[in-house]
């Protein structure tokens, strides 16, 4: 049951489908975005209140609010499916909704219950169906963001006490256009992630700020993602700006990074875990060193590494570079089997093609 009435104001001016057709043609990645968004106010006096579907539109902020200054903000990515019979569903959201809860805590913002996070993605996309693609369209979804930010104007260091709900959507192709081409991954040593007590395990646009100049220093030495390491010893594998790792083993093993506190937890990451028991695979999480990753490309002991994410799904990876070497697990011939199995069992879950046995789909419409 909800606690939030989320009422609908209909925008004047819909989108023509004609013009959602040709947005679905060729949708990119975060470019344009549908008719309405989800708003709704926290108050440290009221609580949440005032949420609605409404026409999608600028924010009025004060050039005072504390978002600008402080940084008290945090999201959720996710995506909504078209299965063959009309209905659209999205992947596991309240797996989403708990992470939400644990960002807004360490972001010190208020916690926003499960049942409304998922009854507002419902609302909105209800309310936007159309903007749905196909799903025999490839890889097409919505993609839907949720946020969380701080409104209140005031200058003072201290927990906002007026702060803004909100969720967005866009219609989504697939993230790298390439499919399964391997990306190349720079290691970063000049910059870390996130660092020990801070908010690495929690979803805020910081995170992924710190990530953008590792990632620029990875473009400019021919990369096209940056990988982050401890930022205590540089020694041990944590993620990429927006993506967890998984390395393949020659003896059936799938080993990511453990979770330090350091690293964003992401469903994708823990869908993994679990999908790969069934596929044969012997799942670890434990601290990765980077010499492990050099060694284990070279001797042949490595031989699959991939990324994973909503946005991207599951994104194998190539050569490593660092300052003066580089190295890469593929051989002659190589095939990215293990990659290419899981993503294909995460997108036959997500569009509905294969029996849902974990319970991971939620209906939305």
Known sequence: MTNL????????????????????????????FTDHMVVATWTADGGWADAAVQPYGPFQLDPAAAVLHYAQEIFEGMKAYRHADGSVWT????????????SAHRLALPVLPEEDFIESLRRLVAVDEKWVPAGDEGEKSLYLRPFMFASEAFLGVRPAQRVTYSVIASPAGAYFSGGLTPVNLWISTAYARAGEGGTGAAKCGGNYASSL??????????????????????TYIEELGGMNLFIVTADGRIITPELTGSI???????????????????????????????????SGEITEIFACGTAAV????????????R?????????????????????????GRVEDTHGWMTRLV
């Open 264 to 298: 964003l937890e992401g469903v994708t990451r823990s869908s993994i875990l679990e999908l790969a028991k069934e596929l044969g695979l012997q799942p670890e999480e434990r601290r990765i060193p980077i010499q492990e990753w050099k060694d284990g490309a070279e």
């Open 91 to 102: 992947f596991r959201p309240e797996a989403n909704a708990a992470r939400f809860a644990r």
């Open 5 to 32: 009435t989320f009422d609908v104001r209909a925008t004047d001016a819909p989108t023509s489908d004609a013009d959602i057709a040709a947005v679905h043609e060729n949708p990119g990645f975060g470019k344009t």
């Open 327 to 351: 190295v890469d697990h593929r051989r002659e011939g190589h095939v990215d089997r293990v990659a290419a199995s899981i993503r294909d069992a995460l997108l036959d879950i997500q569009y």
């Open 314 to 325: 599951v994104t194998p990876v190539g050569e490593l570079r660092w300052e003066g070497g």
């Open 213 to 234: 100049a590792g990632q620029l220093e990875g473009i400019e030495n021919g990369c096209d993602q940056a990988v982050f390491l401890d930022s205590s010893t540089h």
